[in-house]
């Protein structure tokens, strides 16, 4: 298990890149964004400069959903998503951040061992239906979960 702290600026700052490896056009984006699709085409890398983002992967804040800390992501799939389509965003504002990497299946990066969770009594019903969680981020004691639907 790895774990690191970080206190995440006011101000925060993302850059979206339309090609692999930070290259192509980009977009630098410093609040939230219902829609983006005017900025670029698709989105293969991403550099968060400051500040906790949620992506999404439609406008208007619909679609899968990641959350991204500061950091450098040379690729779509080191935040694991589905596509290269990023069509909105919004900063996570005032937080300090602790992210845990818990275990994970070999073919995709399933949360499986809820019990590590100790701690957390209200763990949402939609877990015992089967859903299964694709990210975490422990966010002031609050935990976000992100599901994906079972017709996937």
Request: include cysteine; charged fraction near 20%.
């Amino acid at each position: 298990m790895s774990s690191f702290l970080s206190l995440v600026s006011l101000c925060p700052k993302i850059t979206f890149y339309e090609e692999k490896k930070f290259q192509g056009r980009c977009y630098n984006c410093s609040s939230d964004c219902a829609d983006l699709h005017s900025y670029f085409t698709r989105c293969s890398s991403i550099r968060v400069e400051s500040g906790v983002w949620v992506i999404y992967e439609r406008p208007n804040y619909k679609g899968f959903q990641y959350i991204l800390c500061p950091g450098e992501y040379a690729d779509n799939q080191q935040w694991m998503a589905f596509s290269d389509s990023v069509k909105s965003c919004r900063a996570i504002k005032n937080v300090r951040v602790d992210s845990f990497e818990l275990s994970h299946s070999d073919i995709c990066p399933n949360l499986k061992h809820l019990d590590m969770l100790q701690g957390f009594e209200a763990i949402p019903s939609s877990l015992s239906k089967g859903n299964v969680i694709y990210s975490q981020q422990v966010i002031r004691s609050t935990l976000a979960l992100q599901s994906c639907p079972q017709h996937l």
